[in-house]
């Protein structure tokens, strides 16, 4: 029902930044919230932050202050811009849409497939 590709993702120095995007598409008529979560190896998966379709956000206390989400919802679109990058951020980062209606019902929980962001010390 709906599709998810991240892109964004790469190497940089600790201080840098990134900014990786999520673009949905296949038939739906609308997206609840949309988020960017991550998963060190090791680690569990765990939540960077989400954004519902008012623009409500929300963000994991590690992030707060470098990092912001924001979305296009005419473009299905979510971003995540990280800046003051830190070798602990590095992680596969996942793009989430969750309560996904579509002609077909409501999807939850979707995922994208990753993208990689390593921050060098």
């Known amino acids: 029902q709906v599709q998810l590709v991240e892109s964004g993702g790469g190497l940089v120095q600790a201080g840098g930044s990134l900014r990786l995007s999520c673009s949905a598409s296949?038939?739906?008529?609308?997206?609840?919230?949309m988020g960017w979560y991550r998963q060190a190896p090791g680690k569990q998966r765990e939540l960077v932050a989400v954004?519902?379709?008012?623009?409500?956000?929300n963000y994991a206390d590690s992030v707060k202050g470098r990092f912001t989400i924001s979305r296009d919802n005419a473009k299905n679109t979510v971003y995540l811009q990280m800046n003051s990058l830190k070798p602990e951020d590095t992680a596969v980062y996942y793009c989430?849409?969750?309560?996904?209606?579509?002609?077909?019902?409501?999807?939850?929980?979707?995922w994208g497939q990753g993208t990689q962001v390593t921050v060098s010390s």
């Open positions: 954004i519902s379709r008012g623009s409500i956000t």
């Open positions: 989430n849409a969750d309560k996904v209606v579509g002609p077909l019902g409501t999807s939850y929980n979707n």
């Open positions: 296949g038939r739906f008529f609308s997206i609840n919230v």
